[in-house]
């Protein structure tokens, strides 16, 4: 990096920013449980952003390259000319890049094999049943050395872990066989049985959608929503007030903004907080060299801060950039027994959920839900919901139980009403 910094000073640019992460990975790959490959990878990826401005310094274009390790410095010095050209082609309105952050952290040698046996000892724990059976999965786990560089001033590195499992798993019902593929991502201080436990959770979805039958169509259902897909449903309320939407209209929030009148509905408190346990976002700075902070983004239904980039939140004259790696959701005021006192749809699997962030429309095809009829519990599939969140926002309940999917605590389940179910006539 201290070449390319070299070369930088000496090409008469407006501004740069460098971001290098270095990756060293521990790779294990299975077929059902016996070790088919075990790979280790280091790699360095280096970004570079340059910036060009016009002569009165209204105007700031830029342009974004990964420099390679094998580049000779004439070649890298080309590479900044071309980028050059390319940033006076997309002009946009002058921001300035953070400045004067320092921190730094030494590199850490983390023990990745002992990692990689902690999460390859939970799953071979699981032993195949009657119906189901591990057909094959892959382990991940990594360490991340991370430098944000630029000429304003911004010194920065630290350390970061994460792994990721990826696991298929088929499941044979009589003459039926479905295939459910889940992943897991998590910190490197998810302990095992955490890991084992969310596995057999898999197994036993597994087997009830080997069972399940094409649910009917219903009108104006009481319908649950519960499972990972819960992320998505409230990262929208992220998205919405993030500065780059608001500053092209493409949403209309604003902060102090009231966005849950009603007097029958759990109201959303969604805070954003630097570190939580066994989470692969924990990072001191994004990207651009902001620091992370803990700090509220919707109070008990009302925004109150604002999300974004350096770029957006300028325009639209922020004193500061908010930035953290990880999101709580507080809980209800409903347990998930109080809401399964009535009949309902449980829809705790979707084969693509989905959330337009700018129409507010939500919903997808499922594939595994649990309908109680008033007497008993049915495994059903192939339906599907369309809903808005404008229209579900003053009739909502959350669970008081939540649960943690790597990055985001959520409530565990969502109580919806009056939804039209799309399925068999």
């Known amino acids: 990096m201290e070449d390319l910094i070299r070369i930088l000073q000496s090409c008469h640019l407006d501004d740069y920013q ?60 080309q590479d900044i000319e071309n980028m050059k050209f390319n940033a006076l082609l997309a002009m946009n309105p002058y921001y300035p890049l953070v400045a004067k952050q320092t921190y730094h952290e030494e590199k850490e040698e983390f023990d990745l094999v002992d990692a990689l046996r902690n999460v390859i000892s939970a799953v071979q724990s699981i032993e195949d049943t009657a119906t189901e059976k591990i057909n094959s999965y892959e382990i991940f786990v990594n360490r991340d050395y991370i430098k944000v560089v630029n000429s304003q001033g911004v010194d920065i590195a630290y350390n970061k872990t994460d792994e990721m499992v990826e696991i298929v798993i088929n499941s044979l019902n009589k003459d039926h066989e479905v ?33 399940a039958i094409p649910v009917k169509k219903m009108h104006k259902m009481h319908v649950l929503l519960s499972g990972s897909d819960l992320k998505e449903f409230f ?77 957006y939140s300028y325009y639209l004259h922020l004193p500061s950039v908010n930035f953290a790696g990880n999101f709580i959701v507080e809980g209800g005021s409903k347990t998930i027994a109080q809401m399964k006192q009535e ?27 649990y309908y109680y009829d008033g007497e008993k519990v049915i495994p059903v ?45």
């Not at 998590?186 to 197994?203: H, L, N, P």
């Not at 749809?345 to 595994?368: H, K, M, N």
């Open 18 to 77: 460098i971001v290098q992460k270095e990756t060293v990975s521990h790779q294990a790959f299975f077929i059902k449980q016996q070790l088919d490959q075990h790979r280790i990878n280091t790699v360095t990826h280096t970004k570079l952003t340059v910036y060009v401005d016009n002569e009165d310094k209204s105007k700031r274009g830029s342009s974004t390259k990964e420099i390679y390790p094998q580049e000779t410095e004439e070649e890298i010095r």
């Open 179 to 211: 295939e459910v593929y889940h992943m897991i991502e998590a910190g490197a201080d998810q302990k095992a049985e955490a890991i084992r436990q969310d596995i057999m959770e898999v197994f036993k979805k597994a087997n009830d959608r080997s069972k």
């Open 235 to 311: 990262n929208y309320f992220a998205d919405r007030i993030n500065t780059q939407l608001i500053y092209t209209g493409m949403s209309q929030n604003k902060v102090h903004e009231q966005i849950q009148k009603g007097n029958e509905t759990d109201k959303i408190t969604l805070k954003a907080v630097t570190k939580l346990p066994c989470s692969s976002m924990n990072m001191p700075y994004n990207g651009e060299g902001v620091k992370a902070e803990d700090f509220t983004v919707l109070d008990n239904g009302e925004y109150v801060n604002y999300l974004g980039n350096q770029m």
């Open 343 to 369: 009949p309902y749809l449980d829809i705790v699997q979707f084969s693509s959920f989905q959330v337009d962030v700018i129409t507010g429309d939500l919903g997808g095809e499922f594939r595994l839900a």
């Open 381 to 425: 599939t192939a339906g599907s919901i369309t809903v808005n969140m404008n229209d579900i926002l003053e009739h909502m309940y959350l669970s008081k139980e939540t649960k943690q999917y790597n990055n985001w605590v959520v409530p565990q389940t969502v109580e919806l009403f009056g939804i039209d179910v799309a399925g068999q006539e």
